[in-house]
């Protein structure tokens, strides 16, 4: 997918590790300059330099995302500072893993502003740009828990449902208007969700079973090919639908057919 997105400028939020590394990188090494936001700067310094390594235009701004005005901000600053938006990446997120009777009212609000909220308001602002030049490639990123419920994950899971069900919608308003809305929906990624001793490894490990024994054993027991998926993984799907003019409405899934 080399040099598909020459000219391409793109928008990630929620850049600074992970899965939005990874796509921000992946859109990078495809051609595209590319936009890094997070609620700091200082998380992005580390894919700021992978992106630059790949030889791609890059600028970093820091964000709320839960924040209409500072979203309108950043990305009439984005225009501003490199002529367009092309692709936004609305990757920013957060987790609670709690069972929902202990889950406080105060903790589904904080994951249902970030993960739902946060993704309506980056596209309200995004579309401000692209619906004028009727072009514009938006890519909300969802999850496999917003297609199949998983346990002690009730708001994160409402929130990436609703994700899905806006995306899918929002695709429909606007499929006239040269701008596709689809949803990547991340399987099982090494990442914070699920490693070390916050993570869904630790709080779904077995009686006497380590952080470590659990990441595996979940492998096998949850994925079909028996292998996690990588952040590089959803960087090849995200250039893909920031390339292809006629796929829209979409929930797609990289999860090693967990959700067949």
């Given at each position: 997918?080399?040099?598909?997105?020459?000219?391409?400028?793109?928008?990630?939020?929620?850049?600074?590790?992970?899965?939005?590394q990874?796509?921000?990188?992946?859109?990078?090494?495809?051609?595209?300059?590319?936009?890094?936001?997070?609620?700091?700067?200082?998380?992005?310094?580390?894919t700021?330099?992978?992106?630059?390594?790949?030889?791609?235009?890059?600028?970093?701004?820091?964000v709320?995302?839960?924040?209409?005005?500072?979203v309108?901000?950043?990305?009439?600053?984005?225009?501003?500072?490199?002529?367009?938006?092309?692709?936004?990446?609305?990757?920013?997120?957060?987790?609670g893993i709690?069972?929902?009777?202990?889950?406080?009212?105060?903790?589904?609000?904080?994951?249902?502003?970030?993960?739902?909220?946060?993704?309506?308001?980056?596209?309200?602002?995004?579309?401000?740009?692209?619906?004028?030049?009727?072009?514009?490639?938006?890519?909300?990123?969802?999850?496999?828990?917003?297609?199949?419920?998983?346990?002690?994950?009730?708001?994160?899971?409402?929130?990436?449902?609703?994700?899905?069900?806006?995306?899918?919608?929002l695709?429909?308003?606007?499929?006239k208007?040269?701008?596709?809305?689809?949803?990547?929906?991340?399987?099982?990624?090494?990442?914070?969700?699920?490693?070390?001793?916050?993570?869904?490894?630790?709080?779904?490990?077995?009686?006497?079973?380590?952080?470590?024994?659990?990441?595996?054993?979940?492998?096998?027991?949850?994925?079909?090919?028996?292998?996690?998926?990588?952040?590089?993984?959803?960087?090849?799907?995200?250039?893909?639908?920031?390339?292809?003019?006629?796929?829209?409405?979409?929930?797609?899934?990289?999860?090693?057919?967990?959700?067949?």
């Amino acid at each position: 997918m080399e040099n598909t997105l020459n000219g391409k400028v793109a928008l990630v939020t929620g850049a600074g590790r992970g899965i939005g590394q990874g796509i921000a990188v992946s859109l990078a090494k495809a051609g595209a300059s590319v936009a890094l936001a997070d609620v700091s700067i200082e998380f992005l310094a580390e894919t700021k330099s992978l992106v630059e390594q790949a030889g791609a235009k890059v600028i970093t701004y820091q964000v709320d995302v839960t924040d209409y005005s500072k979203v309108q901000g950043v990305v009439q600053k984005v225009t501003a500072d490199f002529g367009t938006l092309d692709i936004a990446v609305n990757n920013a997120g957060v987790i609670g893993i709690h069972k929902t009777v202990e889950m406080e009212p105060e903790e589904w609000d904080r994951i249902m502003d970030v993960n739902a909220k946060g993704v309506f308001l980056c596209c309200k602002a995004e579309l401000e740009v692209m619906l004028p030049k009727k072009h514009g490639r938006i890519i909300n990123v969802a999850s496999i828990a917003g297609k199949s419920g998983m346990q002690l994950l009730a708001a994160y899971s409402a929130s990436k449902f609703a994700v899905v069900g806006f995306t899918n919608s929002l695709a429909k308003e606007v499929a006239k208007e040269g701008i596709t809305v689809n949803a990547l929906c991340p399987g099982i990624v090494g990442t914070g969700m699920w490693r070390g001793d916050t993570g869904l490894s630790k709080a779904y490990a077995r009686d006497g079973e380590t952080e470590e024994q659990s990441w595996e054993r979940n492998q096998q027991d949850l994925l079909p090919q028996g292998e996690a998926q990588t952040p590089e993984d959803m960087g090849q799907l995200a250039v893909y639908l920031a390339s292809a003019p006629h796929v829209t409405g979409q929930a797609i899934a990289v999860d090693g057919g967990y959700s067949l």
